[in-house]
Every structure is written in C-alpha cells, then in structure tokens.
C-alpha cells in the first residue's frame, strides 16, 4: 500500500531534550516535506526537499533541522526543543514538485 | 511576498445548497494550484491540481476553477459527508508550498 507513515503519533517531552521524528514514504517520490499545523495558523512548511542532499528552507524553518541521505525517508530533528514547538506535524511527499502531495497520519508533540 | 487568503473562514449549507469557496493568492510565477480536504485529526487529502487560469476540474460534486488571481471551489447539491476543511495551497517556482487557513465546511442534513 502506498503511504507516507510518520513516528511517533504522539509525544510529551521537555523543553531542550533533543528529539527526531520519523518520516518514510514507499512511492519513490523525489519531493517531501515537512509542515506544521496550528489553530488560527493552518499549514506552514517547514522545510522541503526536492531529492536526495537537496533541502530548502519553508515559511517557519527556524528551531528544526531536517536530512534527506535517502529517498525515502526525510526526517525532522529538534535540536532543543521550546514550548512554542507544540504543535500538530504533517509531512508529506509528491511524484516531484508540482505533483499531488501524499500526507502522512500526523505527529502531535507538546513541548513542556 | 506570496501569500494565499481562503474566505469564507467557516461555512455552513443546508444539504443541497450549493456554494463556493475562495481562494486568493499573490505569487510570483504560479506552479501550481492545489485543493485538500482535511477530515479531523487526520492528514489532507488531495483533491485537484490546477496550472493555468482558465483551468477546471470536477470530482462529483466539487468543481474547482482557477483565474489568474484566484480559485473558486464550487459545491454542488452537498451531502454532510462533504463536511471537512478545505485547504488551498499554491507552488512558487522554488518548490515551496503556502497554504491557505482553510475553510471549514459543515452541512447540515
């Protein structure tokens, strides 16, 4: 089955304790992203990237770290993370970029 | 700066009341033009890409057009499994994705 899984789903943790959360899609899809949701604030791209060692920073990249050494996986590191890091986050990849993009399940992560 | 403004920011239809959502966006060198439905508490599913003005496309009851400034989602006769938010987004030539705030649909039965 096609599909862009993401882990974990779900994660409490405190502010500086560095963490990584998994991204893998099985489409061999060149182009993958990482966004992040808030009420009032919809979906921001964090980062992308159009292949493998190529990256490129979205509208709200400051605070996360991201690597793509594969195709397939693409994930998104928080170095030290900070309260106003909690949030709902979605990564996503496509065919290439300008393709339809297939959105992983979410990772809801509070910061406290 | 680019930018994509959705309107209305919540709606709600009776079942058969058709209507449409707005999307207004200002980038330079338009790559594309994407809907989603979001369901809660679950990722965005794609619906439609759009390229140029003049553009449509239709998927049952959801027809999407697209001009030079912006797209319009048209709902026609909507049942309440069409309730969900509906996210617009567009592609700068860099490759980076804007997305709108989205609108929430409801329809009631």
């Known amino acids: 089955e096609a599909q862009v899984t993401q882990n974990p789903r779900y994660l409490i943790t405190v502010t500086g304790k560095k963490l990584t959360v998994t991204c893998s899609q099985n489409?061999?899809?060149?182009?993958m992203s990482w966004y992040r949701q808030d009420p009032g604030l919809g979906l921001r791209q964090i980062y992308y990237?159009?292949?493998?060692?190529?990256?490129d920073k979205g509208d709200v990249p400051e605070g996360y770290k991201v690597s793509r050494k594969e195709k397939r996986n693409f994930p998104l590191i928080l170095e030290s993370p900070s309260p106003n890091q909690t949030s709902l986050y979605f990564c996503?990849?496509?065919?290439?970029?300008?393709?339809?993009?297939?959105f992983g399940p979410g990772t809801r992560l509070t910061v406290t | 700066e680019d930018q994509v403004t959705q309107s209305p920011e919540a709606l709600r239809l009776q079942e058969g009341e058709s209507s449409s959502l707005n999307c207004s966006y200002t980038?330079?060198?338009?790559?594309?033009l994407f809907w989603y439905r979001q369901d809660p508490g679950k990722g965005p599913e794609f619906l439609f890409t759009?390229?140029?003005a003049g553009e449509e496309k239709e998927k049952e009851r959801l027809k999407a057009t697209l001009t030079k400034k912006e797209s319009f989602l048209h709902i026609t006769a909507p049942k309440p499994e069409d309730s969900a938010t509906y996210l617009c987004?567009?592609?700068?030539?860099?490759?980076?994705?804007?997305f709108g705030q989205g609108t929430t649909l409801q329809v009631k039965p």
């Open positions: 996503a990849s496509s065919l290439d970029r300008g393709g339809e993009q297939y």
């Open positions: 489409m061999n899809h060149e182009y």
């Open positions: 990237s159009m292949n493998v060692e190529v990256t």
């Open positions: 980038v330079s060198g338009l790559r594309g």
């Open positions: 759009l390229y140029s």
């Open positions: 987004a567009v592609q700068a030539p860099t490759g980076k994705l804007i």
